[in-house]
């Protein structure tokens, strides 16, 4: 059967096939200042189209990020809710732009689910650590052990958070370093949420001399905890003989006092038992080491 004639369309993509495919087998067997200007002129506009598509898709993407967040925030969303869903925003526009320069190269968008999924399942075996990661930080938004702004020691690091991604989970610590933790870390062990309670019990930790009086100790230690202003008045001071040690009697004084005060009134309230055993004569035991030195001959 003799074949169909083409269509002036068919002929003509045909005929730019033909020039493209011969372009880049001159340029790789003659790479001469023809055949690079032939190049140029065959991939040239593609290539600058794929640029400013990816250059004008880095910068929507980060103006939609900080519009999502924004109004999230106007909203009275979480910060912790904002910011992903802020994430969200930004990683939905720069797939777009993959698809559109997709298009522009003449791949068929249409069939690209398919694509996407057998690359999906690839990707996923190749990096089912990172899928974890992702995994973890849905399951860290949903139950929410920790919001921003807290203070966590998760993933073997303790810091502030400053933000909970789609990868991991970023800190700053007290001395202002960021630290940057894997979600499946953090999802995977044990999370100490330090700020989750309004309130948090100061102990010092105190030692005393066995000599001294245990009802004197006990009223000293006491008034050294009532002193302290920021403490909470609805909490009794409490003051625990804790053990009977080698060289000391070991006390402990327990003040409640609102989270933010926590260090603050630690540095002061060991002060102040130092200060009151002072002033009531009573020894602080600390150890000894006592060297006996024989002498050897005349």
Request: some cysteine; overall charge negative.
């Amino acid at each position: 059967m003799a074949a169909q004639p083409q269509s002036g369309a068919g002929l003509e993509q045909a005929a730019e096939a033909a020039s493209e495919t011969s372009a880049a087998q001159s340029l790789m067997q003659n790479p001469s200042t023809e055949t690079l200007m032939d190049a140029l002129m065959a991939y040239g506009p593609g290539v600058l189209k794929a640029v400013v598509l990816i250059a004008l898709a880095w910068i929507i993407s980060r103006w939609a990020k900080a519009i999502v967040v924004r109004a999230c925030t106007k909203a009275n969303v979480d910060q912790t809710l904002a910011r992903f869903f802020g994430q969200m925003a930004r990683w939905g526009i720069l797939l777009l732009a993959i698809l559109s320069i997709l298009g522009t190269f003449g791949v068929e968008t249409t069939s690209f689910a398919a694509v996407l999924g057998g690359l999906m399942v690839g990707i996923g075996m190749a990096m089912s650590g990172n899928l974890s990661n992702i995994a973890a930080g849905v399951m860290l938004l949903v139950f929410r052990p920790f919001k921003i702004g807290d203070y966590v020691s998760a993933g073997g690091s303790s810091g502030t958070v400053f933000e909970i991604g789609l990868f991991a989970t970023t800190m700053d610590t007290p001395d202002n370093k960021r630290i940057i933790v894997p979600n499946g870390a953090i999802y995977g062990g044990t999370i100490e949420n330090v700020s989750f309670h309004d309130t948090r019990r100061v102990d010092v930790s105190v030692g005393t001399e066995y000599s001294a009086d245990l009802d004197k100790v006990r009223a000293v230690l006491k008034g050294a905890g009532e002193s302290i202003e920021q403490r909470l008045a609805e909490h009794d001071v409490a003051i625990v003989l804790s053990e009977l040690g080698g060289s000391s009697i070991d006390w402990a004084v327990r003040v409640w006092v609102p989270s933010g005060e926590y260090w603050a009134v630690k540095d002061e309230l060991t002060m102040r038992v130092k200060n009151a055993l002072d002033e009531a004569g009573i020894g602080i035991p600390f150890p000894q080491l006592d060297v006996h030195v024989d002498k050897v001959g005349g």
